[in-house]
């Protein structure tokens, strides 16, 4: 089954080019509280949070509940996106933020939410996308 695309965001055409480069932070956050894994409404806040100090542009957030406990929250960005897969049962979540050009920084998104939901643990890795772009175009 396809899935529902539940809105088109549209493009000014003003709107700054960015370029084949970005950040890509994941993080797996350890030894949290179930209340916080568990509250969309605290989820949205530090992601939004975190959205505004890195000044990136967001397009929206949608949310899944499950009924484990567990949320998946994906922001739309300008830039690109931030997600969360929360897992109660285990006090734990994935987080990730990407952000294409140096307009913003990622870096301040994922802190925000570490500062917010006050892991026991952090694994944090760092990927640059798209360094090689000029040795691509020369093999093309």
Known sequence: ???????????????????????HILGDLYGISNDKLESIDFLEKIVSDGIMKANASC?????????????TLIAL????????????????????AFTCGEHCNPQLIIDTIVEGLKPQKVVINKVRRGKD?????KSL
Do not use: C, W
């Not at 899935?3 to 970005?22: C, H, M, N, R």
């Not at 772009?133 to 175009?137: G, L, T, V, Y």
């Open 1 to 23: 089954m396809r899935p529902k695309i539940s809105s088109l965001v549209e493009v000014d055409a003003k709107e700054e080019q960015y370029k084949f480069t970005g950040t």
């Open 59 to 71: 397009h929206g957030i949608q949310v899944k509940k499950f009924n484990t406990g567990g949320i």
């Open 77 to 96: 960005l300008s830039e690109s996106h931030v997600s969360i897969h929360t897992y109660p049962e285990y006090n734990s979540t994935f987080i990730d």
């Open 133 to 137: 772009i000029n040795d691509s175009k």
